[in-house]
């Protein structure tokens, strides 16, 4: 966290007893009174709800067993989620993007998500230290 | 999630979504939107202008319901996008597979084209 950094919020998704959506609450709480766009706000509820999904339906073989922390900032140009979690490892950077279907015959409905994400992002970190998953995702203010 | 069903003339039923298609908004409408699909036994076309958010859950069921329409050989139109939403659809090139119109007419006029 630079500095520059005017701004946080820290939370933990407890797979047990409180889900995405209070996450996503928390968020908007949080951001109401910092004048993000629309297209930023909608970003950030993206990449929340992409990556939490992800995470709790792929990374634990329980989700009750989930613990993910949340820390998300402001600098002056972007808004920076990370995601902590001791889940199984996955590196999204190195998930090749899904085959985008000609017909619908071919459409495979999975895998849309890191694609969106990777979309809306104006950058994507990935480590993988301690047993612990950190994704760190950047989203410009001025979008 | 809202869902409401309205008749769109002798072939199309319309669908008329309101609120967030992300995973809990799906999970909230997904039977009931598939089953208003399949059971019209017609065309369906989608008003997608008081859906505010679209994630790949509400893409994912998009899909499989028109799928299931095309295996019925029926077709489903989207129409009226906001903004954001239609740049979300467009991000994974969904027009490529189900036909994104601006309005019910236009819609209506890609079921008949």
Do not use: C
């Given at each position: ?32 009174p ?36 949340i820390?998300?900032?402001l ?31 071919d ?7 890191l ?16 047993g ?12 | ?13 319309c669908?008329?979504?309101?609120g ?21 036994g ?30 019925a ?29 601006s ?11």
């Open positions: 966290m630079s500095d520059a950094a005017l701004s946080h919020l820290d939370l933990e998704l407890d797979g047990q007893h409180s889900g995405p959506e209070r996450v996503r609450a928390e968020v908007q709480r949080f951001l109401g910092h004048g993000l766009s629309e297209r930023s706000l909608y970003a950030v509820e993206l990449v929340l709800e992409e990556w939490l999904t992800n995470t709790l339906r792929h990374g634990y073989d329980d989700p009750a067993q989930a613990r993910i922390g820390h998300l900032w600098e002056p140009d972007e808004v920076l989620i990370r995601f902590e979690d001791d889940g199984k490892a996955f590196d999204p950077l190195v998930e090749p993007p899904p085959q985008l279907p000609n017909t619908l015959a459409a495979r409905p999975g895998g849309l998500g694609l969106m994400i990777r979309k809306v992002a104006s950058r994507i970190t990935h480590e993988r230290h301690s612990r998953n950190h994704l760190t995702v950047g989203i410009s203010r001025g979008a | 999630m809202q869902l409401t069903t309205a008749e769109a003339g002798p072939s199309a039923v669908l008329i979504v309101a967030r298609l992300d995973t809990p908004g799906v999970d909230e409408i997904e039977v009931r939107f598939t089953q208003a699909a399949r059971g019209s017609k065309h369906v076309l989608v008003d997608l202008q008081n859906v505010s958010f679209v994630s790949s859950m509400g893409v994912r069921m998009l899909i499989s319901t028109a799928r299931a329409l095309h295996a050989q029926r077709r489903m139109v989207l129409f009226a996008p906001q903004p954001l939403v239609r740049e979300m659809l467009d991000t994974v090139a969904l027009d490529q597979i189900i036909p994104v119109a309005d019910q007419p236009a819609a209506l006029g890609l079921l008949e084209g």
